[in-house]
């Protein structure tokens, strides 16, 4: 047999997912994050999984990772000091930035600029430089170079970014100083910005190649100690980490590239969320993933997440591919405070893994949505198949001093914390949606991770959205997202023509040299020639306009004209479809970028079909509890179900507890579910009476 395992590192969990590829077989675990050290979590994860299980280290054949270290450190600040050298002249491009308004139209704004990566007195300029047609105006000094290198090490800067004007045309310069810094100074880490994005822009190539190198020293610690314990293990298996793009990576390139890896769990589950629609027969919807820190949203259509060419960590502009996923401050572990006095807020801050919430019992004092969830009876006394008691006591005490300033009982002031998470939710799917021109209530709502299900039907009601899909495993999602996609590589080199004068041949040129490098690449990872796809697409952009739309460039069997002139056309379909408007026949299309993705295919689980049982579900029965549903719903006493019984036909109606492993799943009343052949838990909102006869 051959096992592939999984781990993901939560804000409160890890989740490990072992999957037996014969069989199909999935075991799954959670173990306490370790924020201070998050490898010490994924080694603990990984020798429990092995250890419960009875997994031979010689039959894992791959391990495949989703982490937050790189968006942790970013977020903290918490990256190596590092030096920055740039084309004469250019000192204060971080400096100048690009302009931001924070905040909605009508709300009172300001101009803010992120501060710098890198402070000013570590920025070293160079006369080497290129025009922007790629020729060479004065050549590298290897003098300057050795003495700028020196100096860095004699004030002990170990992190180095090269990022010089034009490089994107020829990296011949940035490679060049590159191998001088290595013969002077072999310890330091250097990342070119040639290497991390061949596109134009300075600011966005400068800040992401500075923000690569400044997480460079953490990030291959962090892998190397990885490592270490695979091969103390006797794993020898290929390491895998996934990137913000919903593909994976060979564990040494992101050590190089860690930029790549900024949201690479999230994207994780969006992977997941949408393979659980698909499977499902759900082609829209939209992933809704709720950890103990956050709430991670995206929006996926016909099958497929929106990607984006750049995003946003934090504050910084970052210009790598990703996933489209939005975050708000709203998980279980979300804390409960009073601004002003007076004012009841929830989040952004959370009580994480250490303390976590008062009711974990170790030392947590302030009130979180969890503790408001255990108050309302609506997750039981255990998380984690017991591997967390949770201690009603201490939740009681947390919420009660709360509701001593507010001056409200229990109930009411509990419901108020859930009913505000609830919001701030909602206002996550709102962004993703109806700012979008998309109407959440023709999307169905995939919900995951520890606490998804448990808020699913209450965000569903706020949001008159009326179907539900809970994945068979919700609590691990994103660690099973792990296994279910391929390795990618995105390469890119900006090529600005407009569509009346474009140069068919020089892009076909590109595409080719790009095709051979991405090819060349997944090869020497082991993957042969039938094992590999290539997709080509362009950035474009109406003339004038300063940011792009990417766009698959089809047909690869048609002439290089005829394929432009159908992703020209593609192009105003989809800027009408986002912006809700089209320039065509009004104004030039221009291409700025052409790209190739290349996927190195890997074998996906099987996802077993399940004999259909029947609708009676008396066999998962548990018992009853009292459960405190929101507003005018309120106490009721709610039949409770071991999802791991039910099978698939079966029938719940609403209202309801559904226990299992790694989640809780809140059914309110109203709602109905059940189970299909796939092993999702579909819910549907009940319809009125009234509403039924005037169908009929």
Known sequence: MTWRIAVDIGGTFTDIVALEEHSGALHLAKVPSTPDDPARGFIQGLDHVTARFAIPESEIGAVFHGTTVATNAILERKYAPMGLIITRGYREALECARQTVPGEFGDITWWIKPPRVVPLEFVREVSARIDVQGREVRPVDPIEVRALALDFKQIGIKAIAVSLLHSYRDPAHEQAIREIIREVYPECFISISSDILREYREYERTNTTCLNTALMPLLSDYHAKLQRHLRDRKINAPFYIMRSSGGLAQAEEIARLPIAAALSGPAAGVVAATHCGMVSGFKDVIAFDVGGTSADICLVENGSPRMLTEGRVDIYDIKTPMIDIHTVGAGGGSIAWLAGGRSLKVGPQSAGAAPGPACYDRGGTEPTVTDANLVLGRITSSLAGGGITLNRDKAVAA??????????????????????????????????????????????????????????????????????????????????????????????????????????????????????????????????????????????????????????????????????????????????????????????????????????????PQVPSMVLAGADPSAAFCGYTTVHFPQEQGTVETPVYDRGKLRAGNEIVGPAIINQYDSTTVLNPGWQGHLDRWGTLVLTKAQPKAQENAHE
């Open 399 to 604: 919420i009660g001093t709360l509701a001593q300033q507010l001056g409200l009982d229990l109930i009411s002031a509990a419901e108020g914390i859930l009913r505000i998470a609830i919001e701030n939710m909602a206002a996550g799917i709102r962004t993703v949606s109806v700012k979008r021109g998309r109407d959440p209530r023709t999307y169905a709502l995939v919900a995951f991770g520890g606490a998804g299900p448990l808020h699913a039907c209450t965000l569903a009601d706020r949001l008159d959205m009326k179907r539900v899909l809970i994945p068979p495993n919700p609590g691990v999602t994103s660690a099973y997202g792990l296994l279910l996609t391929d390795v990618r590589i995105d390469q890119v080199h900006t090529n600005v023509q407009r569509e009346d004068r474009l140069n068919a041949s020089q892009i076909e040129d590109d595409l080719r040299t790009l095709e051979t490098q991405v090819t060349k690449r997944l090869t020497g990872e082991g993957f042969s020639h039938a094992g590999v796809v290539l997709e080509h697409f362009i950035d474009m952009r109406y003339a004038g306009q300063a940011y792009e739309i990417r766009t698959p460039l089809p047909g690869n069997q048609d002439s290089i004209g005829v394929r432009l002139r159908t992703a020209i056309d593609h192009f105003h379909h989809h800027h009408k479809d986002l912006y809700g408007y089209s320039y065509e026949g009004k104004q030039f299309v221009e291409l700025v970028n052409v790209g190739v993705t290349g996927l190195g295919l890997l074998t996906r």
